[in-house]
């Protein structure tokens, strides 16, 4: 089972589910000991993500720019009990095509860096541009 979590990047996942049925009892004592160190991590890494998305989407807020968030951090907030019990790589932003450029620039001043490409998706056709990455 270890393997299969640390192969799926889910341990975090894993062991959330596993507390909320109160099962920790059930699991030997070094894997529970890997499960839970993999939650703690989460939980710090994602408090962070977390952190980081709310400044951004502050600096952009300011700059008069609407913006989503999406995928892990914004499912984390609306569908995990606990922000460590899914896995988080990266803040994902949805803004208006037309205001790409504003946003790159007010995220940039707030202190984001090492853009990472972004995806734009014109019905149905994919094209890659840099997008605004995370701090």
């Not at 062991?15 to 000991?33: K, T």
């Amino acid at each position: 089972m270890l393997s299969i979590c640390r192969a799926s990047s889910v341990a975090e996942s894993v062991w959330a589910g596993i507390v909320h049925r109160s099962l920790e009892g059930e699991i030997p004592e070094a894997a529970r000991a890997e499960l839970e160190d993999a939650h703690s991590g989460a939980t710090a890494r994602n408090a962070l993500l977390l952190s980081e998305a709310a400044e951004a989407q502050a600096a952009l807020a300011r700059a008069g720019i609407e913006s989503v968030v999406l995928k892990g951090p914004g499912l984390i907030v609306a569908h995990y009990p606990h922000i460590g019990a899914r896995h988080v790589g990266d803040v994902d932003l949805l803004v208006r095509e037309s205001d790409a450029a504003r946003a790159e620039a007010a995220v940039r001043s707030a202190g984001a860096r090492d853009p990472a490409p972004a995806v734009r998706y014109d019905g149905g056709a994919r094209e890659q541009k840099a997008g605004t990455g995370s701090r």
